[in-house]
């Protein structure tokens, strides 16, 4: 989930963690930071950026408190980064990027804070002004946003879980897993059946971006299952390459466009207006489907996301 081009799919189905398991101890993780994370107990009052909590929640721990994107649209809905999170049981401390109330933070006597980190630096959602007051009060664990396949960063999250307390044998954790691999096992089906070519892609209003799909763990997953993922120039080795508009026309063989799914619907009128994209096969095909990036590393996110997946890859035509 290498997706911190713009700071922002859960399941609304999955069952709610019980509530935090009492506190033993010791604590020990070695963070994606490098640190060693050594605490007596183990911490129940745990706060963590958005779709980390949720990803944690979907796998059995439930936070005391999040921040994030966690602001509801018109209708109260909330972004599916938030997953399955209920926001009545918890403390929200920011609900979009830069937004942290450290007094607020404060007066929960956190115990630990869990956010990615992308560059191996800093936090991701930590705001940098105020990161040294937000761990002054309690120890930051940093999780990897950069992952092989969505296999191994659902299992980074759900080996946090459990070590916060959470029974990662539960039968609701179990039958999620199976769902998960339901839902890969179909995106394989249709893939073999369909053979059509896939980009991923975020467009903007000044350049396209396209996604390597070896730089992103939903990428190298869907190629792992015979999926035709179109790769762009990518000489830096890097998540997008960022392109001009006139290239947009080098990915007119391309079937099937997955785009990200924080930025798309609020851009869909502009985009229109560019002649290079409105042109794409893809594109007048209306094979245009959501790219859910920063979704939860969760087995509940995931199988909806690639089952929904799955379903759009059977009834999309090729094209070229």
């Known amino acids: 989930m ?6 922002c799919g859960g399941s609304d189905d999955s069952a ?23 605490l007596d107990k183990t911490p129940a009052t745990v706060v963590a950026q958005s779709s980390v909590a949720a990803a944690l929640w979907d796998a059995g721990f439930q936070v005391k408190g999040a921040y994030g994107e966690l602001k509801p649209d018109a209708a109260g809905k909330l972004s599916y980064q938030a997953g399955s999170l209920d926001l009545s049981k918890v403390t929200v401390i920011g609900s979009t990027y830069g937004e942290f109330d450290t007094e607020k933070y404060a007066l929960m006597n956190p115990q630990l804070i869990v956010d990615y980190t ?24 940093a999780v990897p946003g950069n992952y092989q396949t969505t296999d191994e960063a659902i299992e980074t999250m759900v080996g946090l879980a459990g070590k916060l307390g959470a029974d990662t044998k539960s039968a609701a954790l179990t039958t999620a897993k199976t769902d998960y691999a339901a839902g890969l096992t179909a995106v394989g089906e249709a ?11 975020s467009p903007g209003k000044d350049s ?5 799909p070896v730089q992103l763990p939903e990428g190298n997953t869907l190629k792992n299952q015979g999926l035709d993922m179109v790769s762009p120039p990518n000489p830096k080795k890097e998540v997008f390459a960022q392109l001009s508009w006139e290239k947009a ?3 007119k063989d391309v079937d099937v466009i997955l785009v990200d799914a ?4 609020a851009s869909k009128a502009d985009l229109a207006k560019i002649a290079t994209w409105a042109n794409l096969p893809a594109v007048k095909a209306g094979q245009i489907y959501p790219w859910y990036a920063a979704a939860p590393y969760s087995y509940q996110a995931y199988a909806k996301i690639y089952n929904e ?3 759009q890859l059977k009834t999309a035509k090729k094209l070229s």
């Open 309 to 311: 997946l799955a379903g």
């Open 262 to 265: 924080r930025t798309y619907d």
């Open 118 to 141: 992308f560059d191996n630096k800093n936090l991701w959602y930590v705001p940098e002004a105020q990161s040294a007051k937000i761990l002054s009060l309690a120890p930051g664990l």
């Open 191 to 201: 893939a073999k059946a369909s053979g059509l070519k896939v980009a991923i892609m």
């Open 2 to 7: 290498s997706f911190a081009l713009t700071a």
């Open 249 to 251: 026309t080098d990915y």
């Open 208 to 212: 396209l971006y396209v996604a390597d």
């Open 16 to 38: 709610e963690p019980a509530a935090s398991a009492t506190a033993s101890g010791p604590f020990e993780y070695k963070d994606a930071l490098g640190k060693d994370i050594k």
